[in-house]
Nanobody
């Protein structure tokens, strides 16, 4: 059975950094695209990044390019989202999601939410001074 479990959310000051983790179980990481989404209160869920199976294709939303980076630890079955220079527009619940092989779309907009088959429960990121 496929499971994704996020962790790493916290309260951080503007300009600070966090690393989110998504632990994967029940499937082989290389065969699945892993995306990160976020949802702030009252707003639609939006894509942040996606990396394809076997690291085939990596995409970032324009709002996070140059600040967020996705990586992996195959031995730990974990995908990471490194978030640097966090801004007041970044607070949200962050989710990781999976689908076979390829990212659903490079656009990472709210329309791509339905393209992912498996979701974690989310982890809360707060940015405040």
């Amino acid at each position: 059975q496929v499971h994704l479990v996020e962790s790493g959310g916290d309260l951080v000051q503007p300009g600070g950094s966090l690393r989110l983790s998504c632990v994967l179980s029940g499937f082989t990481m290389d065969y699945y695209a892993i995306a990160w989404f976020r949802q702030a209160p009252g707003k639609a869920r939006e894509g942040v990044s996606c990396i394809g199976g076997s690291d085939n294709g990596t995409y970032y939303a324009d709002s996070v390019k140059g600040r967020f980076t996705t990586s992996r630890d195959t031995d730990l079955h974990t995908r990471y989202l490194q978030m640097d220079n966090l801004q007041p527009e970044d607070p949200a619940t962050y989710y990781c999601a999976a689908r076979p092989w390829y990212c659903y779309s490079s656009k990472l907009d709210s329309g791509s939410v339905g393209g992912y088959d498996y979701w974690g429960q989310g982890t809360q990121v707060t940015v405040s001074s």
